[in-house]
């Protein structure tokens, strides 16, 4: 089955450790995302890879790291330095050209105690 | 300063009935338009999206509008079933920026009364 894989479902952590939100994709897409979903809010787009080894700020990059060391892969991590960690994460990948249909994980509720 | 807006957070509906959920956008580069739908705890799916070259798209229920010179874009649905309640979020792309950036509305939680 093709899709977007998003692990844990749920992730608790103390406040000040940083985490790391895994994203995997089996449809050959070339373009990924991170999204970030508060209540009552809209999406708001965290970084974003366009290519391997090449990946851009988004809206709300402050506190938050990347890397696209594989296609499949666009792992997140939300470091110490983010002020409020707490929320719904969201990957997306896409195939990465113009008009052009963005596909969502199931995301990750992050809960930062 | 929001570029795409859903000036209603919540729409109510009878079952059978037709659904408008309306989205509003400022940015006059957005030339391709997309709805989502999402349940709560799970991720958007995909439902149905516009290229500003067309001013209509239909797919089975769902059909979108687009009226570029009000910039304004609207998702019908007929007839409105129970298991279409679930928040609705636009999103918009300057297909030409090259960097496939989506920019959201905050969404509209339609309810389908049965």
């Known amino acids: 089955d093709g899709g977007i894989t998003q692990s844990p479902k749920y992730l608790f952590r103390k406040e000040g450790q940083n985490v790391t939100l895994s994203c995997e994709q089996n449809l050959n897409h070339d373009a990924m995302y991170w999204y970030r979903q508060d209540p009552g809010q809209g999406l708001r787009l965290i970084y974003y890879s366009q290519i391997v080894n090449d990946f851009q700020k988004g809206d709300i990059a402050e506190g938050y790291s990347v890397s696209r060391e594989k296609k499949e892969s666009f792992p997140l991590t939300v470091t110490s330095a983010q002020k409020n960690p707490t929320a719904f994460y969201l990957c997306?990948?896409?195939?990465?050209?113009?008009?052009?249909?963005?596909?969502f994980g199931p995301g990750t509720r992050l809960t930062v105690l | 300063d929001q570029q795409v807006k859903q000036n209603s957070p919540s729409l109510s509906v009878q079952e059978g009935r037709i659904s408008i959920l309306n989205c509003d956008y400022t940015n006059s580069m957005f030339d391709y338009f997309l709805w989502y739908k999402k349940y709560p705890a799970e991720g958007p799916t995909f439902l149905i999206s516009i290229s500003s070259i067309k001013d209509k798209n239909e797919d089975g229920r769902f059909t979108v509008f687009l009226n570029k010179s009000a910039k304004h874009l609207s998702l019908h649905i007929v007839p409105s079933q129970p298991g279409d309640s679930a928040v609705y979020f636009c999103?918009?792309?300057?297909?030409?920026?090259?960097?496939?950036?989506?920019?959201f509305g905050k969404g509209t939680k339609l309810s389908v009364i049965p």
């Open positions: 999103a918009a792309t300057d297909s030409g920026a090259g960097s496939y950036q989506l920019t």
């Open positions: 997306a990948s896409s195939i990465g050209k113009g008009t052009d249909t963005q596909y």
